[in-house]
């Protein structure tokens, strides 16, 4: 992180493309392009770019006082899915003679070209400004270079026959600004390439692009489907009442479990106190769906086992494969979590089943506590994350 001494440096020098100072403290549409753009870091400096906050354009400071409600709204921007991939960033306040300072540090993104509300931000020293199309080719061309994630890496038997380009036209849409697309005359193995579909040097579909518009996701990654039982009572030695394999791209899959998890919502009749009832259901059904989309967000798609999602009398179990990931350790779980597949979880925010990052076993335990259900329990061990959720503990009236 930034010391005193390098900040005054950057305070004493000109504005350039690693430093932006600015004095609102609620531009968070500014915040937003400044930190994509140092994301993405055009000049290839491979170094931070920093958002100097309460600071003028001249470098003097602006009596600024940095409270911790605008360092948590500058912390929480890395998450609100705005900026896709998610940046790496952090968040800190130093008090000078002259005024406080909000210094946000952005670390160059290995997946560029990132975006911010579907458009690519860079810097062009001093400026900000809209990367045009040779911009976004080098851009996408470095990402082919730093790709360490299993989904942004090629699949070299998918190539572009194996893509169903109208399943890409309809993502893209969602991923992409109307106006970008407008304005976009490029080939189409381009336009895939930007999102991290394809790649352009090996000319073959990334992993990404055959499990999000791929035609046949299976027949390259044979563990891309969910299994689905529903069991009559508590054990999987019972016969099923129904069973599935889940299978297609990863929007079908998503849309399907949506479908299936839907017809298990039940309501009963139950007393919350001697005077009120209410319809409550066996589960809710926002936190199973969150706690899905954590399992298709999070698992290895390297492995050939499935996502299981079992419905017993009682519970539900889902099984994804892959333990924790990164940072995320059994100690530090949910509150701190690293992104296996960035790729999938931008193109899972951009279609509307993930609102935020970083907070769905969060919101699924307080969705749980709130309906009466049990919290979810969560097993792990170097193959696999296993959650159980159990049925809501009020009893029905009579």
């Keep these: 992180m930034l010391n005193q001494n390098q900040l005054t440096a950057l305070l004493a020098g000109p504005e350039s493309d690693i430093a932006e100072r600015t004095v609102s403290t609620h531009d968070t549409d500014k915040f937003g392009q400044a930190i994509c753009a140092f994301a993405n870091d055009l000049p290839n400096h491979r170094q931070p770019g920093y958002l100097l906050i309460g600071v003028k354009d001249d470098g003097s400071l602006a009596g600024l006082v940095v409270t911790d409600d605008l360092l948590k709204n500058l912390a929480a921007i890395r998450s609100d899915g705005n900026i896709l991939p998610q940046p790496m960033m952090s968040v800190t306040k130093f008090s000078l003679a002259g005024g406080d300072v909000a210094v946000v540090e952005v670390h160059p993104s290995d997946l560029p070209p990132v975006r911010f509300k579907g458009r690519i931000h860079i810097r062009v020293g001093p400026r900000k400004a809209i ?103 508590t054990s999987l030695t019972e016969i099923p009442t129904d069973q599935a394999e889940v299978a297609g791209d990863l ?48 698992r290895n798609y390297n492995s050939n086992a499935p996502i299981r999602f079992y419905a017993f009398a009682d519970h539900i179990e889902i099984q994804s494969p892959g333990g924790l990931y990164g940072e995320a350790t059994q100690q530090n779980f949910p509150t701190r979590n690293s992104y296996r597949n960035p790729v999938i979880a931008e193109a899972l925010k951009s279609l509307g089943f993930v609102n935020r990052f970083g907070y769905g076993v969060q919101r699924a335990q307080a969705l749980l506590a709130e309906n009466g259900n049990p919290a979810a329990v969560f097993e792990f061990d170097e193959q696999s994350v296993l959650v159980k959720i159990f049925k809501q503990t009020r009893k029905p009236v009579a």
């Design 251 to 298: 929007h079908t899959i998503v849309k399907e479990l949506q479908g299936r998890l839907r017809l298990l919502i039940k309501t009963a009749l139950v007393k919350l106190s001697a005077l009120q009832e209410k319809q409550v259901p066996n589960y809710p059904e926002a936190a199973i769906r969150e706690l899905l989309m954590n399992a298709v967000m999070h």
């Design 131 to 233: 990367a045009n199309e040779q911009e976004e080719r080098a851009l996408t061309e470095r990402r082919v270079a730093l790709a360490r994630s299993f989904d942004a890496q090629p699949c070299l038997e998918a190539r572009l026959a194996d893509l169903a380009l109208g399943q890409f036209d309809a993502y893209r849409r969602e991923a992409v600004d109307a106006e970008t697309i407008a304005a976009n005359h490029r080939p189409i193995e381009q336009q895939l390439a930007s999102l991290r579909l394809y790649d352009p040097e090996r000319h073959c579909a990334t992993h990404a692009g055959v499990l999000l518009v791929g035609k046949n996701p299976r027949f390259y990654l044979p563990g891309a489907y969910v299994q689905y039982l529903e069991l009559p009572g």
